[in-house]
Structure formats: C-alpha cells, structure tokens
Nanobody, 126 residues
Framework: QVQLVESGGGTVQAGGSLKISCVASGGTFSDYAMGWFRQAPGKEREFVAGIGWVSLNKYYTDSVKGRFTISRDNAKKTMYLQMNSLTPGDTAVYYC???????????????????WGQGTQVTVSS
C-alpha cells in the first residue's frame, strides 16, 4: 500500500512560479510510474503530467507544455511539479497519483492510477 502526500501549494500572482511536491511512503516508489492531475471547481479531474518509473519518459497535457516540468527523486521517494508562467486557468487542486506494476504505458487516464494523494490547492490570482 502506498500513501501519497502533496505539499507546496499556495497562492501566486499570474506569471509567477510554484513548485509542488508529492512524498510517498509504503511500497517501492521506484517501481511506480507517477502522475499529476488537477481539478478546478465545477470541472472534472484532468491529467497534467506523467513520468515513467525511471524518469526517462516525461509527458504533459498540451496546455502546460513548456511551462511545467515534472521530475522525481527515487532516493527521496518524492515527485515534483515545477510550474512557471502560471495563469488563473491553472487554479485547481493538484493531485499526485501512482501507477503500480504492471504499469500502463504513458498513463494519463484516472483509471490507470492505483493510489492518490489528498491534493494541494494552487490558486493563481490575476
């Protein structure tokens, strides 16, 4: 069983940057592909970024390409999302998720992921 805890959310002005983290406990972190999702009020949860279990594969939804960077440190059992050039449209609760073996290739659907964190709020003011 894997527990995921996000942190680092907050309020930032448009154009600013924020880095959020996801720390895992239990299980073997390096075995899991990981992903970030977000959910804005009144909207469905959507995929933001994913990273393979050895960090070779990194992929993003189109709206964040060039602005967000996903990374992981297996020794620290931590995944990160560096968010730059933030806009009010990025305001949401951000969730991290783990895709346990057997992993899905290029996982980006909610059903591809087995474990979820509780979320961290990111608010971008105009």
């Amino acid at each position: 069983q894997v527990q995921l805890v996000e942190s680092g959310g907050g309020t930032v002005q448009a154009g600013g940057s924020l880095k959020i983290s996801c720390v895992a406990s239990g299980g073997t972190f390096s075995d899991y592909a990981m992903g970030w999702f977000r959910q804005a009020p009144g909207k469905e949860r959507e995929f933001v970024a994913g990273i393979g279990w050895v960090s070779l594969n990194k992929y993003y939804t189109d709206s964040v390409k060039g602005r967000f960077t996903i990374s992981r440190d297996n020794a620290k059992k931590t995944m990160y999302l560096q968010m730059n050039s933030l806009t009010p449209g990025d305001t949401a609760v951000y969730y991290c998720a783990a895709d346990a073996p057997p992993r899905h290739s290029w996982a980006r659907n909610i059903d591809d992921f087995d474990y979820w964190g509780q979320g961290t709020q990111v608010t971008v003011s105009s």
